[in-house]
Structures are given as C-alpha cells and as structure tokens.
C-alpha cells in the first residue's frame, strides 16, 4: 500500500533567527517582523527556501532576524539585487524590505523599473517618514514642514507619496499596513507573497527615537481606516489611485489594488524562453545572448 509523508507545517517561531534585534524597544519594526514570520508561516516554504534581501538602515536589519537566506546589502540596492537572485534561482521565493530613504530616496530610480519588469518578489517598505540608522535626516517620505536636524526651519519640500508613486508605475500588487494591526498586517504580506509578479507592500512603522508623534502606534489605532470597511474594490486601479492620494492625511490599511489578471513575470518569461533553447540544444552560456538578440 501507498503510504503519503505529510508535507512538513511551519510555525512563526519557524522564521524566527537567534540573532536578538538592536532596534530601539517599541520600534514598530519589531512588530514588522513578527507580521512577516506569521504570513511566512501561512504561505508554508521552508526557511530554506527563501531569499531575503535588504538594503541599509534599522529596517533594513530585518532579514538577518529570520531564519531565511539574508542578504543585508546595499544602501538603495536592494531590488537590483533581488531580481537577480530570482533570475538566477526562480525557485525561491524573494522578499524584499528596506527603509522609505533606502526605497525612495536613493534607490528610488530601481522602483519603476521592478515594477515595469515584473520579477515575482515582494517588495515591504518599513515607512516611518525619517532617517532612523543616522539618527533623524529628512525622508524623502517625511511631512512637509517636518523640523528635523536637516530641515531646522521645517522641511520645504513635498513628501513622495509611495502609494501613488508605484501605482503610477503599474504595479499590480499595493496594499499598506501597520503593525499596530498586526493581524491585518500579516494578511497584506501574505497576500502580497501568494500574489504572482511584483507585489509591494507599504508599512506604517514608527520609529519612537526620531518619528513624529502622529507616526506612533497609539496614534495608528485611532486612525486606521481599513479599506474594506469603505466598500472599496481592490480591481479597481482608479479608485485605488484616488484612495491613495489620501497618503499622509488618512491611514488607509489593506488591499488598495489587485490586478484580477496578472501579467507574465520577467522570471517566467526567460525561463521559458531558455525552455525552448534547450530543447533547440543552444549551449546554455549563449542563452542569454540568443534572447538578446531577439
Ligand atoms: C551609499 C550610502 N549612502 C548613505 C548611507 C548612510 N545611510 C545609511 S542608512 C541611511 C538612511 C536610513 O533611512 P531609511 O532607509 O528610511 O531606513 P530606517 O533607518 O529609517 O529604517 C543612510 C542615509 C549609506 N549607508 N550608504
Ligand atoms: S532609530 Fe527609529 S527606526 Fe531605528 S531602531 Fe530606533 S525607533 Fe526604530
């Protein structure tokens, strides 16, 4: 008779690395990664068989806090680096997390490109308006007028709008979350992974050392709005956009858009491409040429 092993399960504490975080205590990160070992849990891949790629800054410590294969790399780099692991190694599944000044202030020119290109990772961003590592400079992300040690008269500019900005750049896959809703945090990540192609996920996470008073998470309770509790349908990329808008004003937590139909992947077009090479016999080093050339 056939006898079946059952498929190994995994728990968050299964994601959990031994390396004991140095984020300042109540740093929202904390909550970050626990939201991301739970959703690691439900999605069920063995730690293994994950890639975990960041960039630098205090959120950006985030992979070596799991048990999955971490890359903590470049300041801005991150998203480079990942499409290259899932091109090389399209088994893994890839996560990507960095600071909002990792993902849109320096590295900011990498977000259009990963998304028009549509490698399958996910994409979190740890957005707490600030430069937390070096101690409270101006993000790309922080509220006009915000006093900063750079901005001594408040900032004059215009924050970027990281909802809006991939969007806009035709990602199929953008919710937001905070970890003062852990449950639905961990909901979004694991949407976000189960989704196929570039998936981006921005979290609410306050930093308690340089954050504003409105960043904190007493502050995010009060102000959560869910986008379900607003009747709002995640196909529509519209209605996503003018929700977004609200970015910096309102909290909006959820699925803002979900492409129902999703584009092939960067990853899954080239391995099928190769497919067909070989099975023409072209020498693999020439596969990459060959699809060049075309
Ligand atoms: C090329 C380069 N430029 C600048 C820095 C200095 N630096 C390190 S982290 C950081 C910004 C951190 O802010 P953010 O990405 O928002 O992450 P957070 O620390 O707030 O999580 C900067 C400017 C660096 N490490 N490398
Ligand atoms: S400085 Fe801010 S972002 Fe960095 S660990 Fe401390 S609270 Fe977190």
């Not at 799991?66 to 996560?95: C, D, M, W």
Request: aromatic fraction near 10%.
């Amino acid at each position: 008779m056939e006898t079946h092993k059952a498929l190994p399960t995994y728990q968050a504490k299964d994601f959990k690395s031994d390396l004991k975080p140095i984020w300042c205590p109540g740093c929202g990160d904390f909550g970050v990664v626990q939201a991301i070992y739970r959703a690691l849990a439900s999605i069920g891949r063995a730690p293994h068989e994950i890639a975990f790629v960041s960039g630098i800054g205090c959120s950006s410590r985030i992979p070596g806090y799991t048990t999955a294969y971490g890359f903590n790399s470049v300041h801005g780099r991150a998203l480079p680096i990942a499409q290259g692991i899932k091109l090389a190694r399209p088994e893994l599944l890839v996560l990507v997390a960095g600071g909002d000044g990792d993902g849109f202030s320096i590295g900011g020119g990498h977000v259009p490109h990963a998304i028009r290109r549509n490698t399958d990772l996910t994409y979190i961003v740890m957005d707490n308006q600030i430069y937390g590592l070096t101690k409270g400079q101006l993000s790309p992300t922080s509220p006009k007028g915000l006093k900063t040690v750079t901005s001594e008269y408040g900032s004059f500019e215009e924050p970027v709008n990281p909802l809006l900005y991939v969007l806009a750049y035709g990602a199929n896959f953008v919710a937001q979350g905070t970890p003062a809703d852990m449950s639905g945090l961990a909901d979004v990540i694991e949407r976000a992974i189960r989704y196929p192609g570039f998936s981006f996920v921005n979290v609410q996470s306050p930093c308690v050392t340089f954050g504003m008073e409105e960043q904190q998470a007493k502050a995010h309770k009060a102000m959560m709005k869910p986008l379900t509790s607003l009747g709002h349908d995640p196909k529509n990329r519209l209605a996503a956009m003018d929700l977004a808008q609200k970015y910096g004003r309102e909290l909006h937590t959820g699925v803002f858009y979900e492409n129902p139909d999703p584009p092939r992947t960067f990853d899954g077009l080239i391995r099928e491409r190769q497919g067909q090479l070989e099975t023409r016999a072209v020498p693999r080093e020439r596969i990459f040429d060959q699809f060049l050339q075309k």
